[in-house]
T-cell receptor, first 114, second 112 residues
Framework: AQSVTQLGSHVSVSEGALVLLRCNYSSSVPPYLFWYVQYPNQGLQLLLKYTSAATLVKGINGFEAEFKKSETSFHLTKPSAHMSDAAEYFCAVRLKGTARQLTFGSGTQLTVLP | DTGVSQDPRHKITKRGQNVTFRCDPISEHNRLYWYRQTLGQGPEFLTYFQNEAQLEKSRLLSDRFSAERPKGSFSTLEIQRTEQGDSAMYLC??????????FGPGTRLTVL
């Protein structure tokens, strides 16, 4: 079985500050890992994915995430927050080699303060 | 590429009524998924199709729920005898072979 834990259901940062959203996973085998963003009244948009290539993954909008197997973590970072980054962020895991479903964390609401 | 579309975007119904939602995946995506998202939670998997075959169903998908994907194109999700606990956002997603999954905007169901 696989699961995802997102620490902090709400995170607030000042505009220009570092964004750090935490994600830890549990999986019996090395998984694929994903970060999605959801803006109000919109569907989920893929930010980035880890599929066992480089452990530091760069995504859209200046976000990146680092896969750390020893810590079973896949934290999302952005050096400088913009107001437009305010949204809900979801970490997700999927078993490699399958077309099976994504398992999502409960999400982190990011607020960017002026 | 018009993206995944879902219809309706919003549905308000009375408890006990039946509702049906439609999902049109991205053309030529052979994989189609349904998820349910309640307030303050991440999406939860409901069911998965590869072409027209329903290959996996979650335990969340009670007997009142049924999904179809005739001819491997669009899909429908029907909920019979709706309950207030069915109120949620229902998300459809599609994927070609590979890891990337594209989500639609969702159908928000409110059961009164």
């Amino acid at each position: 079985a696989q699961s995802v834990t997102q620490l902090g259901s709400h995170v607030s940062v000042s505009e220009g500050a570092l964004v750090l959203l935490r994600c830890n996973y549990s999986s019996s085998v090395p998984p694929y890992l994903f970060w999605y963003v959801q803006y109000p009244n919109q569907g989920l948009q893929l930010l980035l994915k880890y599929t066992s290539a480089a452990t530091l993954v760069k995504g859209i909008n200046g976000f990146e995430a680092e896969f750390k197997k020893s810590e079973t973590s896949f934290h999302l970072t952005k050096p400088s927050a913009h107001m437009s980054d305010a949204a809900e962020y979801f970490c997700a895991v999927r078993l490699k080699g399958t077309a099976r479903q994504l398992t999502f964390g409960s999400g982190t609401q990011l607020t960017v303060l002026p | 590429d018009t993206g995944v579309s879902q219809d309706p975007r919003h549905k308000i119904t009375k408890r006990g009524q039946n509702v049906t939602f439609r999902c049109d995946p991205i053309s030529e995506h052979n994989r189609l998924y349904w998820y349910r998202q309640t307030l303050g939670q991440g999406p939860e998997f409901l069911t998965y199709f590869q072409n027209e075959a329903q290959l996996e169903k979650s335990r969340l998908l009670s007997d009142r729920f049924s999904a179809e994907r005739p001819k491997g194109s669009f899909s429908t999700l029907e909920i019979q005898r709706t309950e207030q606990g069915d109120s949620a956002m229902y998300l459809c997603a599609s994927s070609p072979s590979g890891t990337r999954v594209f989500f639609g905007p969702g159908t928000r169901l409110t059961v009164l």
